[in-house]
């Protein structure tokens, strides 16, 4: 059975829908900032990527379907980007997100300190 390719239409479509199923949940629950919502929850989506990537025994989900793409000049801009995003993510939001959950929370106790 032939693997499926995934077509430049698709993966617009992919990030089409999360970006829409992101921006929702941000409007519906967050409340953040259109675009601050949508960074925080992309970097979240990147840190859950990463963190599954690590749990299993692969050798990285992202890398891994970068290498299944057909050989090409495109591949090879893809798969370096991808190596880009993996370490942007694993040591900038990584790093970060410590800060970020101790920031909410800290927020969230002044909230219902003042009875919000």
């Known amino acids: 059975m032939p693997a499926h390719e995934l077509s430049a239409f698709d993966a617009a ?19 953040l900032p259109p675009s601050v919502g949508l ?14 990537d690590k749990l299993t025994d692969a050798t ?7 290498l299944s793409l057909p050989e090409g000049t495109m591949r090879t801009i893809i798969l370096a980007a991808t190596y880009v ?16 959950i101790s920031k909410l929370a800290g927020s969230a106790k002044d909230q219902r300190a003042h009875g919000h």
Do not use: C, D, E, W
């Open 13 to 31: 479509s992919i990030l089409i829908v999360l970006a829409a199923a992101l921006g929702y949940l941000n409007q519906r629950f967050f409340k």
């Open 85 to 100: 995003v993996v370490m942007f993510s694993v040591i900038v939001q990584g790093g970060s997100v410590g800060r970020l």
């Open 60 to 66: 990285g989900i992202s890398v891994a379907l970068a």
């Open 39 to 52: 960074t925080v929850m992309g970097a979240v989506a990147s840190l859950l990527v990463v963190a599954i």
